[in-house]
């Protein structure tokens, strides 16, 4: 199944890219998704203990299920205000 | 700027009209509060050691405004007078401006402090917002707190800064 995959800040800038389609297997976990994107990009694989997690633009575990078309969403440490 | 009370624009922010929504809000009428608390987060022009030129702020804007009404629940639980009203711009930021505008009224003073206080620890630690610095020499990412709402130490810690 396909997921939409959104990065930010400086995950977006490893990425080279805001928004990425990525097929990952049925019952996939947000884990597996980020599993998937660093291997694709190695430089992410050290955020993996301080990033969250968004599915469809709602907090989510890594250990969430995702669904065909959900938007992954991996936040780095924020720095708003 | 939009009449709701949490938002995120690349507006400049109008801090009257956050502390109006914040005195107006859930339809209160005139006179029911007799403290409004405001908080303003500037542009900063050293970080670090490093004289900062500008800073690029990003949202993920969906999600921060959750965050937002999360921390608005959270005062509510805490400070049931209180009511919030909060503006977060995006884009590009000079030196001095007004990047974060947080207004709380009360009743009485001592809920807007508290809550206009909580509101800010609890947006730093948990709204998905970056702030890329760009400053003499070179430009950085700023990290900060992993975003964890249902985190029940980083709350305590807001709550603990609210009213210490």
């Not at chain 1, 930010?8 to 080279?16: C, M, P």
């Not at chain 1, 969430?64 to 720095?79: K, M, Q, T, W």
Request: include cysteine; aromatic fraction near 8%.
């Amino acid at each position: 199944m396909r997921v939409t995959i959104r990065l930010f800040a400086r995950l977006r800038d490893l990425a080279g890219a805001a928004e990425l389609l990525r097929e990952v297997p049925t019952g996939a976990t947000v884990d597996t998704v980020w599993q998937t994107l660093a291997a694709e990009f190695p430089a992410m694989a050290p955020y993996r203990s301080s990033i969250s997690a968004a599915v469809n633009a709602d907090y989510a575990r890594l250990t969430a299920v995702v669904g065909e078309g959900d938007e992954v969403a991996f936040l780095p440490p924020v720095s708003g205000g | 700027m939009s009449d709701a009370l949490l938002s995120i624009s690349p507006e400049p922010v109008d801090v009257a009209r956050v502390m109006r929504l914040a005195t107006q809000a859930d339809g209160d009428p005139p006179g029911r509060h007799g403290a409004v608390a405001t908080f303003l987060g500037t542009v900063r022009g050293e970080h670090l050691g490093r004289r900062v030129l500008f800073l690029e702020y990003e949202a993920y804007e969906p999600l921060a405004l959750k965050a937002f009404r999360i921390v608005a629940e959270e005062i509510s639980g805490h400070w049931p007078s209180a009511r919030l009203a909060l503006h977060h711009r995006v884009g590009r930021l000079e030196l001095g401006e007004v990047s974060v505008v947080i207004a709380a009224a009360s009743p009485h003073r001592a809920e807007a402090f508290a809550a206009c206080r909580y509101a800010i620890e609890r947006v730093k630690q948990i709204a998905p917002i970056w702030k890329r610095e760009v400053f003499d020499g070179g430009e950085a990412w700023i990290e900060g707190a992993t975003a964890d709402p249902s985190d029940a130490a980083a709350k305590q810690t807001a709550y603990e800064r609210a009213c210490g």
